[in-house]
Each structure stands twice: as C-alpha cells, then as structure tokens.
C-alpha cells in the first residue's frame, strides 16, 4: 500500500510514541494487521474459487479487484486490517506471556492454510504473499515505542519475523535519496532479525537493509543529457533502469 502523507497507512503505522509504549505492543498490533490483510486476501480467495477460474489468473483477479491506489476496496482492506478487534485464533495475540516461537507456528499455520487455497496443481511452485509499502521512508521518521526506542520501520520488520518461515514477501519502496538520515548509527546498529533463540534464526531469515537504486549511485555526474537521447532510447528498459524503474 502507498505510505502517502495523510493516508490511512501512514496514520496506522506512524502514531507516534508515549512513554508507556512497549516494542512489543507496537511488533503486535503491526502483527495483527498483517493477518487481517492476508484474513481479508482469505475471504476474496474464497469468493474468487467459486467462479471456476484458473488458478493462474489468481495474482491478476486480485490486482483488479482491489483496482488503483485509494480505491474504494483498498480503502475497506485497509479498515478491516486497521480495526483493532480480535482476529478468530489470535484472541490473545496482545498477550505479552505468549511467547514468540509458539505464536509465530500458528502464524505459519495460517498463513499455509491460505496459500493452500491456490497452490498450482502437479507443480513445485509454492505461491507467495507479497507486502509492498510504498513511500516507506515515513515508516522510519517516527518512534513508536519508548522502551526500547523504536521506529515504525523497525518494529514492523520485527512482526514480520513472525512469518518466519512462512510463504510471505515484505518489500519497502522509496524514491527518497537521503538514505543516510533513515540509516541507523555505526555505534547503535540495530539488527533486525528473528527474534527466536532457536538455530533457525540464520540469515537467510533475516530482513535485507536499505538497498540503494541506481539513481542514488550512479557512476555519471547525472542521469541524462539534455539533448543527447533520442525517443527510442529513453523508453528502453536499459535507459528506464538508471530511475530504479521498473
């Protein structure tokens, strides 16, 4: 979803901190959306199974359902998501004596039990949720916890180790070229993996770092040249790289 100034992501994710706010509260309620989308996803799968359609229109059906950004039914997923009513199965998922490896199963079970629903038949492929956030630099400009001090981004990297395992993608997208101001100190790193004590907790589950485009390093003193590029060539893939896109 867009993380646009003013939007109802940003007003969820980016409520800024008091001084009795837990880390673990915030990684929670972050959860908890989390698993109202992918219950909301559950839902539209339900319904979309019912008009006998191939299982390979599946990523497609969805993208047109929810239509542009803003859209009306965008705007109902992100209301349920947002609703901080219980989700049937998570009842006690704000219960800080429910540890985190027993809670992140359950997570996993869901989420399987969804992406059962449209696992391709006689094949290996395995299918995959996807969260994007748009504008993700909002996420990392406000605390949102006290104890320890933690931004948006952080804590939801945090809920999203609760996934662990689980066939789900979290992408942050940003054309914001200041990376050094979201970036943590050299002398307070902070790491933002799993949270288990367990020997599964490898880096091959840890949340990847800002990744710079290719605008933020590019080897040329600028991108283009006035003058210099022809139609054909600015709507080449090659050229179109240089902005990060597509």
Known sequence: GDMADGQPLVRFFCTKTTKETLELHVQRRYLL?????IAFVD???NLWKRSGLGIERVAADWKEYLGPPFSPERLKMYTTAIDPSPLRGFEDISDERVEFDHLRNRVKIFIDSVSKKIEPAQTDIQPVIVFYFD?????SK???SAEPNRTAY???????????NAPVFALFLSTYSRLSETVSSSRNFWFPGPMSSNSEG????????????PFDVWKEPSLVIEGTHSAQEICSLKFMARFGRP
């Open 142 to 144: 406000t605390m949102v």
């Open 202 to 213: 490898s880096d091959d589950n840890m949340n990847a770092p800002f990744v710079e485009l």
């Open 154 to 164: 952080q804590c939801l990297c945090k809920a999203f180790t609760y996934m662990m």
């Open 33 to 37: 959306f989390l698993l109202k989308i």
């Open 135 to 139: 504008e993700a630099h909002h996420l």
């Open 43 to 45: 839902n539209w799968i």
